[in-house]
């Protein structure tokens, strides 16, 4: 029998809102982060940990962080989160407590290992900006961490995708120094995943010669265009999640990365085939 993979699941750009208030004046954020982890915790099997990438609270309020502690809370497996361009460190720190977080101002940088694999949690953020930047810090610290190990796979979550997607409203505002991490990923191949969220949409592409994700939103969608037309809008589209699953194998093993709307759908049902004829799907 095949060795179990390690499961990662990825939610983002919460937003949440103080009680009795709808984010943009219409999104319902909090019901949105709710039906999400009712869908982890219905997951079999259950992922063995879950990343928050960015924009817990959608003012940085620590009524915002307070409420988004409470329905994390009810998640049934480990979380951690890093923060996005709507989040400020100290709040977050104080709500969503973390020994890797350090104190003060620093950034909110942290390390996970689960079972095979290394996960490294990356603050991109810069405080009054919307476009994400490793500052020095950061880059030490994931220096470090990935020289820590040379045999242990490494996924990598950070808020700004460090690559331009084609939608102009957010390129504008995406990791500025994505080579110094580029750089980094190539000197260490233990690095199998770039993971971001920000663009409130799935995308995927290659970056520094490895798989990169964006999660998409559990509330709403920043709108498919690729015309530079302002202002930025959004809609409102089916909510997911991803799943990211590393497989053991050769060398660092493999990554894959599922799509997983959120809600409650038919099925499962079976595809009428005897257990001596094959299926054709």
Partial sequence: ????????AQIS??????????????????AALTRAVDMINRMSPPPDLVVISGDIANSALPEEYERASKLLGDLQMPFAAIPGNHDRRTPMRRALPDPSYGTGESPLNAVRSVGEIDVLLIDSTVAGAAHGELDAATLAWLDGALT?????????FLH???FNT?????????????????????RHPRALLVAAGH???AVQTVFAGVSATICPAGEQAVKLEFAPRWPEVYRIEPPALHLHAWLPGDGFGSVVTHVVPIGEFPGPYPYGYSDTTPPRL
């Fill in 1 to 8: 029998m095949a060795a179990r993979p390690v499961l990662i």
């Fill in 13 to 30: 750009d919460l937003h949440i809102t103080p009680a009795g208030t709808l984010a943009y004046g219409r999104v319902d954020t909090a």
């Fill in 148 to 156: 820590a190990s040379a045999t242990r796979p490494a996924l990598l």
């Fill in 160 to 162: 700004h995708p460090p």
């Fill in 166 to 186: 084609g939608i102009v409203y957010t390129d504008a505002i995406r990791l500025r120094n994505a080579d110094a991490l580029a750089a980094l990923i190539k």
């Fill in 199 to 201: 663009v409130h949409r």
